[in-house]
């Protein structure tokens, strides 16, 4: 009878004891991060960025606001000095409809196009999820004067890299 009162008494012990804690998952839930964790529940502050900073100057090395640059993975069959704005309807889709489709050894090809306007130092970011190569176009219209400039950036994981980028 002992063995018996002792066994419920501490049968709800047990379960009691067992009770199973809520863990939730957390980790980075922005999805633009390299470190991006699409399990996670609740965002930790973790995130790690990949991000190209472009500086667009003229050739005093003057920093210049309002251009449009562009920054696509693919080269451009034409030139930027081809620009011509009655056949387009943008800078953009100038680069958009001259970019070079090629294919890695893979079979894939990168679409990677974004594009911004510089800020009043003359500076546009842009943030990537992985480190990548990428070509960057930049055009400023002052007047009836247009000035364009070209570069590379080649971005490392985690890393904010700056790119200057000379226009005349």
């Known amino acids: 009878?002992?063995?018996l009162l002792l066994?419920?008494?501490?049968?709800p012990m047990?379960?009691?004891?067992?009770?199973?804690?809520?863990?939730?998952i957390s980790g980075c839930k922005d999805s633009s991060a390299v470190n991006y964790n699409y399990l996670a529940e609740v965002d930790n502050g973790s995130c790690i960025y990949t991000k190209a900073a472009i500086v667009v100057k003229n050739d005093a090395?003057?920093?210049?606001?309002?251009?449009?640059?562009v920054l696509h993975a693919?080269?451009?069959?034409?030139?930027l000095y081809s620009y011509n704005p009655d056949n387009y309807n943008s800078f953009d889709d100038l680069v958009w409809y001259n970019l070079d489709t090629s294919?890695?050894?893979?079979?894939?090809?990168?679409?990677?196009?974004?594009?911004?306007?510089?800020d009043n130092n003359g500076r546009a970011e842009f943030t990537f999820p992985f480190e990548m190569v990428l070509n960057v176009s930049v055009l400023k219209i002052e007047g009836n004067d247009d000035y364009l400039g070209a570069n590379i950036i080649l971005l490392t994981e985690g890393v904010t890299?700056?790119?200057?980028v000379e226009i005349n």
């Not at 693919?74 to 030139?79: A, H, I, Q, R």
């Not at 890299?161 to 200057?164: E, N, S």
Request: aromatic share 8%; hydrophobic share 45%.
């Open 14 to 24: 047990i379960f009691v004891s067992c009770k199973k804690e809520e863990v939730s």
């Open 61 to 69: 090395g003057i920093p210049i606001s309002h251009a449009r640059v």
């Open 103 to 118: 294919y890695s050894p893979q079979g894939q090809v990168s679409n990677v196009f974004v594009a911004d306007w510089t």
């Open 161 to 164: 890299v700056t790119k200057i």
């Open 74 to 79: 693919l080269k451009l069959e034409n030139s």
């Open 1 to 3: 009878m002992k063995k």
């Open 7 to 11: 066994i419920l008494l501490c049968l």
